[in-house]
């Protein structure tokens, strides 16, 4: 009932940037938190962003200044935009939202299925 779909990932070469997108559909009351996340292979998925409703953000310390997350609540849509590419941002990058389907319901937790973002040297 509630989808998650992101866009934008790709092949890229070092130093470059990249747009992604991930937008949530179905049956929506509120989104509170929404974020990024990213896994590598070989590696446990790890934190690369969050955006709360009222727009604060956090970030993973070791990508502050190249990545910035920003939110379009009006499209139910987050954004994350990455620059100066490094190889080591290679990895598929995953959605992730707390939604509640109807007014005073719970929040549930919810992932999309993931872009890859590939960047070579």
């Known amino acids: 009932q509630v989808q998650l779909v992101e866009s934008g990932g790709g092949s890229v070469q070092a130093g470059r940037s990249l747009r992604l997108s991930c937008a949530a559909s179905?049956?929506?009351?509120?989104?509170?938190?929404m974020g990024w996340y990213r896994q590598a292979p070989g590696n446990q998925r790890e934190l690369v962003a969050t955006?709360?409703?009222?727009?604060?953000?956090s970030y993973a310390d070791s990508l502050k200044g190249r990545f910035t997350i920003s939110r379009d609540n009006a499209k139910n849509t987050i954004y994350l935009e990455m620059n100066s590419l490094k190889p080591e941002d290679t990895a598929v990058y995953y959605c992730?939202?707390?939604?509640?389907?109807?007014?005073?319901?719970?929040?549930?937790?919810?992932w999309g299925q993931g872009t890859q973002v590939t960047v070579s040297s």
């Open positions: 179905g049956t929506i009351f509120s989104i509170n938190s």
């Open positions: 992730n939202a707390d939604i509640s389907q109807r007014r005073f319901g719970i929040s549930w937790n919810y």
């Open positions: 955006i709360t409703s009222g727009g604060s953000t």
